[in-house]
């Protein structure tokens, strides 16, 4: 039964929920204790859960992922789990330090009924290009569908939180180059890649989240190095991100036949109160 409604809560986030919204992890304790267990959800919404916005939290099931991983140091090993666990990660911590967990989603795909919902949600990944390319494509104006991926990760300060943030070589991924536990900066560099170089001039949204669960949402673009400088506060949770909207490649394989893919890149991390 818990598998049957695990998996049945999944198809549900798979086809009502996925259509641009974004997908990220978030921990329970941005700071969980060195002796203490890392708790982290899985949630597929909108503006980082804010309101009364619809929000799911994904079970951990293995067929919806490629890889979910927990790693300290730059030494990364499998998210263990049972089919079906809510919360998804639950996992001693590996030692004092930052932990990153990251997540890869199997692709899968969205169908969009009309031209207004696809133009709406490319505009607002900054695509504005995308109508004028499906038109000059001679693309159907109703019933065709987009292939996505997500590529999540998340900054957990275990204990003094020490450490940084690297690249994992994912398809599309954001690194920070500062460490929001131990930096003390007003200001966080993440660095936007795809398929392993700088993604320059790029779109990168930032959510930043109070303990009220109140959102403010922020639009920054990257530099010739692919960097975006995202301005940060003490005591506020926050979640950057970061798409890809490109024709497939025609050896895609996928489920039925697509017009069009998405990369998602995700970063959450939290900045500690000094």
Same mark, same amino acid.
């Given at each position: 039964m818990r598998y049957l409604s695990a998996l049945a809560f999944a198809l549900f986030v798979s086809g009502s929920l996925a259509q641009a919204h974004e997908l990220w992890i978030e921990p329970v304790d941005y700071q969980p204790p060195a002796e203490g267990r890392v708790v982290a959800g899985l949630v597929n919404g909108q503006n980082f859960g804010a309101g009364a916005t619809s929000i799911?939290?994904?079970? $951990? =099931? /293995?067929?919806?992922? &490629?890889?979910?991983?927990?790693? =300290?140091?730059?030494?990364? &090993? /499998? !998210? *263990?789990?049972?089919? +079906?666990?809510? /919360?998804? =990660?639950?996992? /001693? !911590?590996?030692? *004092? +330090?930052?932990? &990153?967990? !990251? $997540?890869?989603?199997? +692709?899968? !795909?969205?169908? $969009?009924?009309?031209? *207004?919902k696809f133009v709406t949600f490319a505009e607002h990944k900054d695509f504005p290009q995308a109508l004028a390319e499906h038109q000059a494509r001679g693309l159907p104006e109703t019933r065709f569908s987009e292939y996505y991926t997500r590529f999540s990760k998340s900054l957990i300060g275990v204990g003094a939180g020490a450490g940084a943030d690297e690249n994992l070589g994912l398809e599309t991924e954001l690194v920070a180059l500062d460490n929001p536990y131990t930096s003390g900066l007003s200001e966080i560099r993440v660095q936007l890649f795809y398929q392993g170089a700088p993604r320059v001039d790029a779109q990168v949204e930032l959510f930043e989240k109070s303990d009220t669960a109140e959102v403010v949402v922020s639009l920054h673009r990257t530099d010739a190095q692919g960097i975006a400088v995202l301005p940060v506060r003490p005591g506020f949770a926050y979640m950057a991100d970061a798409v890809v909207l490109r024709v497939p490649d025609p050896a895609l394989k996928t489920p039925s036949p697509v017009v069009w893919e998405s990369l998602w890149a995700n970063l959450t991390f939290a900045v500690p109160v000094r």
């Amino acid at each position: 039964m818990r598998y049957l409604s695990a998996l049945a809560f999944a198809l549900f986030v798979s086809g009502s929920l996925a259509q641009a919204h974004e997908l990220w992890i978030e921990p329970v304790d941005y700071q969980p204790p060195a002796e203490g267990r890392v708790v982290a959800g899985l949630v597929n919404g909108q503006n980082f859960g804010a309101g009364a916005t619809s929000i799911a939290r994904i079970a $951990y =099931l /293995p067929r919806w992922f &490629v890889r979910f991983d927990l790693g =300290l140091g730059g030494a990364f &090993v /499998p !998210v *263990e789990g049972r089919i +079906g666990d809510l /919360p998804a =990660l639950s996992m /001693p !911590v590996i030692g *004092e +330090g930052l932990h &990153v967990a !990251v $997540y890869q989603s199997a +692709g899968d !795909v969205v169908t $969009y009924d009309t031209m *207004e919902k696809f133009v709406t949600f490319a505009e607002h990944k900054d695509f504005p290009q995308a109508l004028a390319e499906h038109q000059a494509r001679g693309l159907p104006e109703t019933r065709f569908s987009e292939y996505y991926t997500r590529f999540s990760k998340s900054l957990i300060g275990v204990g003094a939180g020490a450490g940084a943030d690297e690249n994992l070589g994912l398809e599309t991924e954001l690194v920070a180059l500062d460490n929001p536990y131990t930096s003390g900066l007003s200001e966080i560099r993440v660095q936007l890649f795809y398929q392993g170089a700088p993604r320059v001039d790029a779109q990168v949204e930032l959510f930043e989240k109070s303990d009220t669960a109140e959102v403010v949402v922020s639009l920054h673009r990257t530099d010739a190095q692919g960097i975006a400088v995202l301005p940060v506060r003490p005591g506020f949770a926050y979640m950057a991100d970061a798409v890809v909207l490109r024709v497939p490649d025609p050896a895609l394989k996928t489920p039925s036949p697509v017009v069009w893919e998405s990369l998602w890149a995700n970063l959450t991390f939290a900045v500690p109160v000094r």
